[in-house]
């Protein structure tokens, strides 16, 4: 079983950069595929990135290319996201996600994740 928390949400004025962090507890996190969704209250999570194993695929939305990087570091059990170039569009709570095996991207990708986070608060300024 693995559990995870978010963390490194905030304010942050558009233009600015933010770091958010995911910690896993449990010893297969080097297994696991991670992902980071966001939500806005009415609508559905959306994905963000998402980062294999090894941490040598990572997938991004169209949205957040060339502003959000997906990272992870295994011998610390934590995955991150690099969020620069912020815009009042990217407001949202932001879950750290995790799968076993391939990872998966993209529309519909939060079906496929098993163990999610609780989530933290991104609001960005305008």
């Known amino acids: 079983q693995v559990q995870l928390v978010e963390s490194g949400g905030g304010l942050v004025q558009a233009g600015g950069s933010l770091r958010l962090s995911c910690a896993a507890s449990g010893r297969t996190f080097s297994t696991y595929a991670m992902a980071w969704f966001r939500q806005v209250p009415g609508k559905k999570r959306e994905f963000v990135a998402a980062?294999?194993?090894?941490?040598?695929?990572?997938y991004q939305a169209d949205s957040v290319k060339g502003r959000f990087t997906i990272s992870r570091d295994n011998a610390k059990n934590t995955v991150y996201l690099q969020m620069n170039s912020l815009k009042p569009e990217d407001t949202a709570v932001y879950y750290c996600a995790g799968r076993p095996g391939l990872v998966v991207s993209g529309t519909g990708a939060s079906l496929a994740y098993e163990h999610w986070g609780q989530g933290t608060q991104v609001t960005v300024s305008s």
């Open positions: 980062i294999s194993w090894s941490g040598g695929s990572t």
